[in-house]
């Protein structure tokens, strides 16, 4: 007997990871007589989803109905704060979110309760009740937001505390909770306009910045970004036997998200990377291109030097007029990434170029938004090249010299 079939137990796959069971089973009316009614519960992982559809079964067979264990808790006896730690936890590990998109939503939950203290005027050593959790509450802490913070942190706050809401509203041991509103526009506000496209930094001030770059091995970091629009952590775990100088290939090892962890994809590379640090790449042993100090098997696992150099040259660029503050230090986030400039700017290029979303999105990792995308075709490397093929050369005119010493602290000796 094949589970989910023999009393009609439907299941459909929705968006983001999530599956909803329906069935139909006789209730008791008041009169006395019974009806069909429907039913439907929802599961977010591949063994919930199994898991229930046994139970459902076993007690449609047994009893001819089914009904999850639900606590008798009274809307004020839940603590928000630990319903929103159980679905961070939920986040970790049934869906496997990266350490810095758990970070992400716990400040983003952590700016939610701050909020709603001020509005109940609750102390920092007060429980956040259950029965808070209401859309009239969730709409005043977002005019509290919205005093502190730009609109792109408040939908961010706002999106998660939506989402945190609906998932415990599936689960029985909150289900005292009060649902969430059928239309979250009720308590989101619709996304905020994108900044204007002339906002990312053009391939001129990128290469201002990397002409003022004088350690090394930041450079060719660096310069392997600005070629593939890949993130710091990414270039330094590449090894080299990961690129392919004649065929002009690069393997990825890594990613942000569990998917793209989890998908060694190979991408086409500009061969203006391939002539600026081919010598140089052909050269090195196998092994990390970028090692960690004192042990050449392992790569470089710090990001934090890299940065500064980073951060250190877009400055001198800034300050020499050859680069516009807020293409790296953006005035509305109140932590810039300047790491990230080089990758808005290879999509921002590639886009203005009409290149397909799909090549762009397979090049720099993102999740394809097809299903075609996701589970059958991938961009070809003729697609690839093409599309790398435009990324102009690095202007290295007015290069500073090499000779030029650098006394760090660790050289205040010399």
């Not at 809307?75 to 936890?89: C, D, I």
């Not at 010598?279 to 710090?302: K, N, Q, T, Y």
């Amino acid at each position: 007997m094949k589970v989910g079939h023999a009393f009609g137990i439907s299941v459909d796959e929705l968006p983001g990871g999530r599956w909803r069971l329906r069935w139909r089973q006789w209730e008791e009316q008041p009169g006395g007589g019974r009806r069909r009614a429907q039913k439907s519960l929802m599961a977010y992982s591949v063994d919930e989803r199994k898991r229930l559809e046994v139970e459902i079964e076993q007690a449609l067979s047994r009893r001819g109905w089914y009904a999850p264990d639900r606590q008798k808790a009274r809307p004020a006896s839940l603590n928000l704060e630990e319903v929103a730690l159980s679905w961070l936890q939920f986040k970790v590990g049934i869906r496997g979110v990266a350490a810095g998109t758990r970070r992400n939503l716990a400040g983003s939950m952590g700016r939610f309760f701050g909020a709603v203290r001020e509005v109940h005027g609750l102390g920092k050593d007060q429980v956040v009740p259950g029965e808070l959790l209401v859309p009239r509450t969730v709409t005043e802490a977002a005019l509290r937001l919205r005093v502190r913070y730009a609109e792109s942190t408040v939908y961010k706050v706002l999106t998660a505390t939506h989402e945190m809401w609906t998932w415990a509203a599936d689960q029985p041991e909150y289900a005292a909770l009060a649902r969430p509103p059928h239309n979250r526009e009720t308590v989101v506000p619709l996304p905020p306009l994108m900044e204007a496209p002339e906002l990312y930094a053009t391939w001129a001030e990128c290469d201002a910045m990397l002409r003022r770059m004088t350690q090394q091995r930041s450079r060719r970091v660096a310069t392997i970004m600005r070629y593939t629009g890949l993130r710091v952590s990414q270039v330094l775990h590449i090894f080299h036997e990961d690129f392919d100088l004649d065929g002009c290939t690069l393997a990825i090892r890594t990613g942000k998200s569990r998917r793209e962890k989890s998908e060694h994809r190979t991408v086409a590379v500009s061969p203006h990377l391939v002539t600026d640090l081919g010598e140089w790449i052909a050269s090195c042993p196998p092994g990390p291109l970028f090692p960690r100090g004192g042990d050449v098997h392992a790569p470089m696992s710090d990001t934090g030097t890299t940065s500064a150099h980073v951060v250190e040259a877009w400055r001198a660029a800034t300050t020499a007029g050859e680069v516009r503050e807020d293409v790296w230090m953006p005035p509305d986030r109140r932590k810039g990434r300047p790491n990230h400039v080089f990758r808005a700017s290879f999509q921002g290029f590639l886009g203005d170029e009409e290149v397909k979303d799909s090549v762009i999105d397979f090049l720099v990792g993102h999740a394809p938004v097809s299903t075609r995308g996701r589970h059958y075709a991938r961009p070809g490397l003729a697609a690839q090249r093409k599309a790398v093929g435009i990324i102009p050369a690095i202007d290295w005119t007015g290069e500073p010299s090499t000779n030029v010493i650098q006394l760090r602290r660790n050289q205040r000796t010399l």
